[in-house]
C-alpha cells in the first residue's frame, strides 16, 4: 500500500510518558520490524500485518508513521545506509597513513559489517529492486563512491588524476565489494572474510597505484 501517512492528533500523556515520544517508540519498533523481515522474509513476502505483528502494534499504529511498506522500507533502509556509512567513515578518519592503509579500514568496516548481517546485506543489495528503491541505492552507493574517490584522491594530493578516472575507480571498488558480499552470501564465493579483506583491499590498492602512475589509459584503436 502506497500513500501518506496520517498525521496524528495531539494527545494527553499517558503513563508519564507524552504522546510523542509514544508515537517515536511505536515507529522504531517498526523499524526493527521491518529490518527482520525485509531482511530475512524479504520486501515481497511482507505485509503491514507481518510488520505490524512482529512490532506488537495494531495496523492503525503502522499508519501513524508510514504511508505503506515501502514507506518503512524507504525508512529501514535508509537507517541502515547512514549507521554503515558513519562506520567506514569513522574507520577511515581513524587511519593516520594514506593510501592502502585507509583503504583497508574502509574495505574491512564495509564487508565485516554486512557480512556479520545478513539482513543489512539484503536490504541494500537485493530488496530495493522490489520495494521501488533502485534510485536509493544507485545514491547510497554513489554516496560510498565518494567516499572512496576522496580516499583516493588524498593519498597523493600532489598528483591529480583525471576526475572521470577517479569516478571509475571509486565505483569499480564499491562494486567489487558488491559482488563479493553477495556471491559469498549465496555461498558462490567461499572465502574466508579476512581474506576476502585482503584481496580486495589488494585489487582496490593496486588499481590505486596504477591510477596515480598513470598507467590506466584508454585502450588503443586496434
Known amino acids: 500500500m502506497s500513500g501518506t501517512a496520517k498525521q496524528p492528533r495531539p494527545v494527553r500523556s ?21 529490518l527482520e523481515l525485509f531482511g ?3 520486501y ?30 524507504a525508512a529501514v533502509f535508509d537507517g ?12 577511515v578518519d581513524a587511519v593516520c597513513a594514506t593510501g592502502t592503509r585507509k583503504l583497508r ?19 541494500i543489495f537485493v530488496e530495493p ?8 541505492m544507485r545514491e547510497a552507493l554513489w554516496r560510498f563512491a565518494r567516499l572512496v574517490a576522496e580516499t583516493a584522491t588524498a593519498a597523493r594530493p ?16 564499491v562494486g567489487m565489494l558488491e559482488r563479493v558480499l553477495v556471491e559469498k ?17 589488494a585489487y582496490a590498492g593496486a588499481s590505486l597505484g596504477a591510477l596515480h602512475a598513470g598507467r590506466i589509459t584508454k585502450a588503443p584503436d586496434r
Do not use: H, N
Open 14 to 34: 499517558y503513563g508519564g510518558v507524552g504522546a510523542a515520544d509514544r508515537i517515536a517508540a511505536r515507529r522504531a519498533k517498526l523499524l526493527d520490524a521491518g
Open 40 to 42: 530475512t522474509k524479504g
Open 44 to 73: 515481497p513476502a511482507t505485509g503491514v500485518k507481518d510488520l505490524c505483528r512482529a512490532a506488537g502494534l495494531t495496523d492503525r499504529y503502522f499508519y501513524e508513521s508510514f504511508g505503506g511498506t515501502a514507506a518503512l522500507f
Open 80 to 91: 541502515v545506509i547512514d549507521e554503515l556509512f558513519a562506520a567506514v567513515a569513522v574507520a
Open 105 to 123: 579500514a574502509g574495505i574491512g568496516t564495509f564487508l565485516t559489517a554486512l557480512g556479520e548481517d545478513s539482513r543489512k546485506l539484503r536490504i
Open 129 to 136: 529492486a522490489a520495494a521501488g528503491a533502485e534510485q536509493r
Open 158 to 173: 600532489q598528483e591529480r588524476p583525471p576526475s572521470e578516472l577517479v569516478d571509475i575507480y571509486a565505483l569499480s571498488v
Open 185 to 201: 552470501q549465496s555461498g558462490r564465493l567461499d572465502v574466508p572474510m579476512a581474506d576476502l579483506v585482503d584481496y580486495c583491499t
